[in-house]
């Protein structure tokens, strides 16, 4: 790529060279949970294209949307996900095809995993849509969904990820180059962890829809309403583990202290003075490190790497009484969801066929969400092992003077990295005006679809991000977005841009989000409730609410904008509506 005086180009370099036309529609939604931010040059060179778009495009031939002729027929252009402007876009399309040849329809993929967005293009329809062999395929795999306990796939996917991470070699036993070697050969396992991502993710419809197609309109009632907390969701359990946390610092008067000074730099001093809560908070970053913000890009910090993120997390948390535990508020969901169930079930009363279906539907809701999740883990724990290593590498660098950081490195190409450890001057030059490169995209409002068919707009032609001007909604109003986790709560509004930025979040105030991933689920502990501008209800950090019992709304286009910071609101997560009480 090449700019002038921070314009960006047309050929950034880690851009798809074309989109799929035969699965045209693409979106940021759901990839904008995960991968908010432009992705680092390394993360996608390394890892993402060369393995994850066709890993993301085989796993949905296994599971049977597509055929594997469908899956690879252009492999300049895998019909999973795609790069544009430096963002991931997801497939509409492909996505799509699960639902129709299903049975289920393509709008109720869009309401699942997209939130039925007015601007997104419709389907069209297409000769091959109803190809009877991947029809039939994913009908088996369809009544697989509604009926399995058990997933061998994704179990073999987490026990690699988890001897890949309990393996990691001496890394100060390894040169650069060695290091480079090791986080190369990790890159190919997300071919096959993402099988389990797509499925069990992709799957995770299959019972919403099920549930949805029973409940008496009338009622006024959600499927997500009677799902509740799944009770087995991986990506909700740093939140349990952090409260522990949070509880050992709330007993203690020195450790109330050390955190009222701050956490920055904290962690050589609880070693040295706080040796037990040093070796709690240490086997937590073991078991939970590799989490942390946009934790699907490569060069972005993990809990391991940055600490003081999730020590910033049990900051927060601290102040919470213990009756407001995760574990109190996952009870009182799970009793809200057993009343809706109890509701939808005296409505059927009469119906064996439709009650065995509402609990088959039900059971496997609560199963795939957690599956879900746990593919997604999968593959984050094997991305975190080579974000590690590499990490190593530009520490050393930086200690020689060669970069001006750590995380420069990941502004390298994978072609570049051998010249790097081996003549660091020869690059070095190069990632430091990329990585000026890379943050001029952070500036660009890139488009929430595309349509590989339409003519690529000019990067130039693309509008900036706007600063939050518009009018903000007034006192009285009621704004409408979608309903992803049940509950009412009121509070103060408190906008939060950055899960690291949370010093003026105080216990019972309502996070207001453009978007969350699960790394900022901890924080949701300490919210009364969540409103996030871009999800649907089975976007990651929606399941996650759910199983910590905390009312959510998502979808609300511009929730940063609207919502003034500092106003009294009532978010209702099962009417999926935030009311501007008063103005702070």
Same mark, same amino acid.
């Given at each position: 790529?090449?700019?002038?005086?921070?314009?960006?180009?047309?050929?950034?370099?880690?851009? &798809?060279?074309?989109?799929?036309?035969?699965? $045209?529609?693409?979106?940021?939604?759901?990839?904008?949970?995960?991968? %908010?931010?432009?992705?680092?040059?390394?993360?996608?060179?390394?890892?993402?294209?060369?393995?994850?778009?066709?890993?993301?495009?085989?796993?949905?031939?296994?599971?049977?949307?597509?055929?594997?002729?469908?899956?690879?027929?252009?492999?300049?252009?895998?019909?999973?996900?795609?790069?544009?402007?430096?963002?991931?876009?997801?497939?509409?399309?492909?996505?799509?095809?699960?639902?129709?040849?299903?049975?289920?329809?393509?709008?109720?993929?869009?309401?699942?995993?997209?939130?039925?967005?007015?601007?997104?293009?419709?389907?069209?329809?297409?000769?091959?849509?109803?190809? $009877?062999?991947?029809?039939?395929?994913?009908?088996?795999?369809?009544?697989?969904?509604?009926?399995?306990? &058990?997933?061998?796939?994704?179990?073999?996917?987490?026990?690699?990820?988890?001897?890949?991470?309990?393996?990691?070699?001496?890394?100060?036993?390894?040169?650069?180059?060695?290091?480079?070697?090791?986080?190369?050969?990790?890159?190919?396992?997300?071919?096959? @962890?993402?099988?389990?991502?797509?499925?069990?993710?992709?799957?995770?419809?299959?019972?919403?829809?099920?549930?949805?197609?029973?409940?008496?309109?009338?009622?006024?009632?959600?499927?997500?309403?009677?799902?509740?907390?799944?009770?087995?969701?991986?990506?909700?359990?740093?939140?349990?583990?952090?409260?522990?946390?949070?509880?050992?610092?709330?007993?203690?008067?020195?450790?109330?202290? +050390?955190?009222?000074? =701050?956490?920055?730099?904290? /962690?050589?001093?609880?070693?040295?003075?706080?040796?037990?809560?040093?070796?709690?908070?240490?086997?937590?970053?073991?078991?939970?490190?590799?989490?942390? %913000?946009?934790?699907?890009?490569?060069?972005?910090?993990?809990?391991?790497?940055?600490?003081?993120?999730?020590?910033?997390?049990?900051?927060?948390?601290?102040?919470?009484?213990?009756?407001?535990? %995760?574990?109190?508020?996952?009870?009182?969901?799970?009793?809200?969801?057993?009343?809706?169930?109890?509701?939808?079930?005296?409505?059927?009363?009469?119906?064996?066929?439709?009650?065995?279906?509402?609990?088959?539907?039900?059971?496997?809701?609560?199963?795939?969400?957690?599956?879900?999740?746990? =593919?997604?883990?999968?593959?984050?724990? /094997?991305?975190?092992?080579?974000?590690?290593?590499?990490?190593?590498?530009?520490?050393?660098? @930086?200690?020689? =003077?060669?970069?001006?950081?750590?995380?420069?490195?990941?502004?390298?190409?994978?072609?570049?990295?051998?010249?790097?450890?081996?003549?660091?001057?020869?690059? @070095?030059?190069?990632?430091?005006?990329?990585?000026?490169?890379?943050?001029?995209?952070?500036?660009?409002?890139?488009? +929430?679809?595309?349509?590989?068919?339409?003519?690529?707009?000019?990067?130039?032609?693309?509008?900036?991000?706007?600063?939050?001007?518009?009018?903000?909604?007034?006192?009285?109003? @009621?704004?409408?977005?979608?309903?992803?986790?049940?509950?009412?709560?009121?509070?103060?509004?408190?906008?939060?841009?950055?899960?690291?930025?949370?010093?003026?979040?105080?216990?019972?105030?309502?996070?207001?989000?453009?978007?969350?991933?699960?790394?900022?689920?901890?924080?949701?502990?300490?919210?009364?409730?969540?409103?996030?501008? /871009?999800?649907?209800?089975? &976007?990651?950090?929606?399941?996650?609410?759910?199983?910590?019992?905390? %009312?959510?709304?998502?979808?609300?286009?511009?929730?940063?904008?609207?919502?003034?910071?500092?106003?009294? /609101?009532?978010?209702?997560?099962?009417?999926?509506?935030?009311?501007?009480?008063?103005?702070?």
């Amino acid at each position: 790529m090449t700019t002038t005086h921070g314009q960006v180009s047309d050929d950034w370099c880690v851009d &798809s060279p074309k989109l799929n036309e035969r699965f $045209p529609v693409y979106t940021r939604f759901n990839a904008n949970d995960v991968l %908010p931010d432009p992705i680092t040059p390394l993360g996608a060179d390394l890892i993402w294209t060369p393995h994850i778009l066709p890993g993301f495009s085989n796993a949905y031939a296994q599971m049977g949307c597509i055929s594997v002729a469908e899956a690879n027929v252009d492999q300049d252009a895998f019909p999973a996900a795609g790069f544009r402007y430096g963002h991931m876009y997801v497939n509409v399309t492909t996505a799509r095809l699960t639902g129709i040849r299903a049975g289920m329809g393509w709008e109720a993929i869009d309401a699942s995993f997209f939130g039925s967005h007015p601007d997104a293009p419709p389907h069209e329809d297409h000769p091959d849509d109803g190809d $009877p062999v991947v029809m039939e395929a994913l009908a088996q795999r369809t009544q697989w969904t509604l009926t399995t306990s &058990s997933f061998p796939e994704l179990e073999e996917d987490t026990r690699i990820a988890d001897r890949l991470r309990e393996q990691r070699p001496d890394f100060d036993q390894m040169s650069n180059y060695a290091l480079v070697a090791y986080a190369r050969s990790l890159a190919p396992y997300e071919r096959m @962890t993402w099988r389990g991502e797509l499925i069990g993710g992709a799957q995770a419809a299959i019972g919403p829809a099920v549930i949805g197609s029973l409940i008496p309109p009338d009622m006024g009632l959600s499927p997500f309403d009677l799902v509740g907390p799944a009770g087995d969701v991986v990506s909700a359990q740093p939140s349990y583990a952090l409260w522990d946390l949070s509880r050992i610092v709330r007993g203690d008067a020195a450790l109330m202290e +050390l955190f009222d000074a =701050g956490v920055e730099g904290m /962690v050589p001093w609880l070693k040295d003075h706080h040796p037990d809560f040093h070796q709690k908070f240490m086997a937590f970053l073991g078991e939970f490190g590799y989490r942390g %913000p946009s934790e699907w890009d490569l060069g972005a910090d993990s809990w391991e790497t940055k600490p003081e993120l999730p020590l910033a997390l049990i900051d927060r948390m601290r102040f919470l009484d213990d009756e407001q535990s %995760p574990a109190a508020r996952r009870a009182a969901g799970t009793q809200a969801a057993e009343a809706a169930v109890a509701r939808v079930m005296e409505a059927l009363a009469g119906s064996e066929e439709g009650l065995a279906t509402l609990r088959m539907g039900l059971d496997s809701a609560r199963r795939f969400a957690g599956y879900r999740e746990l =593919g997604k883990s999968n593959c984050i724990k /094997v991305i975190n092992e080579a974000r590690v290593a590499l990490r190593e590498v530009g520490k050393r660098l @930086t200690a020689e =003077g060669h970069l001006d950081h750590p995380q420069q490195v990941f502004m390298a190409l994978d072609s570049e990295l051998d010249r790097l450890v081996l003549q660091p001057e020869l690059v @070095t030059d190069i990632l430091k005006q990329r990585e000026q490169d890379w943050k001029a995209y952070f500036d660009i409002e890139v488009p +929430l679809f595309l349509d590989a068919r339409a003519p690529r707009v000019p990067v130039a032609d693309v509008p900036r991000k706007a600063r939050e001007s518009g009018t903000a909604a007034e006192v009285g109003q @009621t704004l409408q977005a979608i309903g992803a986790a049940s509950g009412t709560a009121s509070g103060r509004a408190r906008i939060i841009t950055d899960p690291s930025a949370i010093a003026e979040f105080e216990p019972g105030d309502v996070l207001i989000a453009p978007q969350t991933d699960p790394s900022w689920t901890p924080l949701f502990v300490v919210a009364s409730a969540v409103v996030v501008g /871009v999800g649907a209800p089975n &976007s990651h950090a929606m399941i996650v609410s759910r199983e910590l019992g905390i %009312p959510c709304v998502a979808g609300l286009e511009g929730a940063t904008r609207l919502i003034p910071d500092g106003a009294t /609101v009532t978010v209702d997560g099962s009417a999926g509506t935030v009311t501007i009480d008063s103005l702070g």
